[in-house]
């Protein structure tokens, strides 16, 4: 049996303006964004799942006092009896993507009451519901633990690097400080491709989405079919140990590197992607995670030109003359290593957590589809 959400609950909406939040705070204010602001005071004090109205649609469960953005929706139990509001919950984390369906407007899209309350929702008996609730916790459960442990070994290598050889730009341990073009011998430049929307399909020629880069790690599937496989250029080919690097992105984005442990055959960089070819003196793990490291990101940040509202550039010239630390070989391989040596656990466990993911999204399809 399904039942409209409207029929089930009561919504209402908040009433203040996103700038209403402190710092201080001591109750969360749940706005449009995925982390909830604080403020200072409270309206509400219920059991409710809330629900990001327009921008970046997104659903939240809570259950106590707190405050919200007048465009947040706030839905409780109409006191029927029939709803367990942790399994609306995760009904709504489900139907996230419907909703951004039916959102309208332009630049920032909304939603309207009617696209939550004209909402079908299956409706077993609670005693089933919370059954349901305990299973998808349970699994969702392992996949925080999962992404704990990769965020874990992020850290690791980081405060590793630090062990090692200090902090990269106040450079306490008084190593070498040299222009990049002292470790890069060259720098190929990526193509501009016509392409598709979507992903290729088996192992036709596509090129890489800035994506691909931007996060640290190297995600090759991450990437647009090109139109015309005649188009493939062995120059612009991805190949295991190239150093990538995003020569344009956001502000806060650009100038980021990844690594190219293994990679499939007939990827190529986009215009946006740099390939950075070390010199002997330089390992190319090293340097991928020096230029990632918080301690440096400003000075990476700061040879980027182009507005703060815009698109930042790095040119290759200025990215050659920026100073780095350059401690010797030995060490450089030793870090290296550690470093080859934690991803092989970070890939062991990501492949873990993405058969739980399957696990998660079938529970889903099977509880609510």
Known sequence: ????????????????????????????????????????????????????????????YYNGKFDAYQRTYIIEDNDSGKLFMPYLYYFMEGYMEELRKQAIGGVIKYIKLENLTDALIKLPSIDEQKAIVNVLEKVKNVLITHDKEICKLDELMRARFVEMFGDPTANEKCWNKVPLSTCVESIDNGKSFVCDSGARQGTSPAVLKLSAATYGDYRPEENKA???????????????????????????????????????????????????????????????????????????????????????????????????????????EQFAAFVTQTDKLKVAIQKSLEKTQLLFDSLMQEYFG
């Open 1 to 60: 049996m399904k039942a409209k959400i409207g029929d089930l609950t009561k919504i209402r909406t908040g009433k203040l303006d996103a700038n209403a939040s402190s710092e201080d705070g001591q109750y969360p204010f749940f706005t449009c964004s995925k982390e909830p602001l604080k403020i200072s005071s409270y309206s509400y004090d219920c059991e409710c799942v809330l629900v990001a109205g327009n921008g970046d649609l997104n659903v939240k």
């Open 226 to 332: 090109i139109l015309d496989e005649k188009q493939f250029v062995e120059e612009a080919a991805v190949h295991s140990g190239d150093l990538l690097f995003t020569r344009k992105n956001t502000p806060e984005l650009v100038g980021m590197c990844a690594y190219v442990y293994k990679t499939p055959a007939g990827l190529m960089m986009p215009d946006l992607i740099f390939r950075l070819n070390t010199t002997e003196r330089c390992n190319k793990i090293f340097l991928w995670k020096l230029i990632n490291h918080d301690l440096f990101r400003g000075c990476i940040q700061a040879i980027a030109t182009g507005s703060a509202k815009s698109m930042s550039n790095i040119s290759k010239e200025r990215l050659l003359k920026i100073k780095v630390i350059l401690p010797p070989n030995e060490l450089q």
